[in-house]
């Protein structure tokens, strides 16, 4: 099995920066490819990144500019970079484990969600 905990989360002033991170235990030699959603009060889940292997990203047109994720696979963990935070951006960010080489370096694909972090920007 593999888990996954997230971390980073917090208030922050508008203008201002947060990374958030996801790392991933388990039954895992490193993570192929990642997303990560977020939730806001009253609204529907989102995807805001992707990352995946040959570190290929994609993002929402939303957070294009000011959001980078990115991974290292030495420690098992994705970053969600997020510089420029408005308030609009404030939510519970999940990240969710897609596809990992396995320990025999087999490539499995997976449904895995972290915990969530709540990102709040206030002034």
């Known amino acids: 099995q593999v888990q996954l905990v997230e971390s980073g989360g917090g208030l922050v002033q508008p203008g201002g920066s947060l990374r958030l991170s996801c790392v991933a235990s388990?039954?895992?030699?490193?993570?192929?490819?990642m997303d990560w959603y977020r939730q806001a009060p009253g609204k529907q889940r989102e995807l805001v990144a992707t990352?995946?292997?040959?570190?290929?990203?994609n993002y929402a047109a939303s957070v294009k500019g000011r959001f980078t994720i990115s991974k290292d696979n030495a420690k098992k963990t994705v970053y969600l970079q997020m510089n420029s935070l408005s308030p609009e951006d404030t939510a519970v960010y999940y990240c969710?484990?897609?596809?990992?080489?396995?320990?025999?370096?087999?490539?499995?694909?997976?449904?895995?969600w972290g915990q969530g972090t709540l990102v709040t920007v206030s002034s």
């Open positions: 990352i995946t292997s040959g570190r290929n990203t």
């Open positions: 969710n484990l897609k596809r990992i080489l396995d320990e025999l370096l087999l490539t499995k694909p997976l449904e895995v």
């Open positions: 388990g039954k895992l030699f490193l993570i192929d490819a």
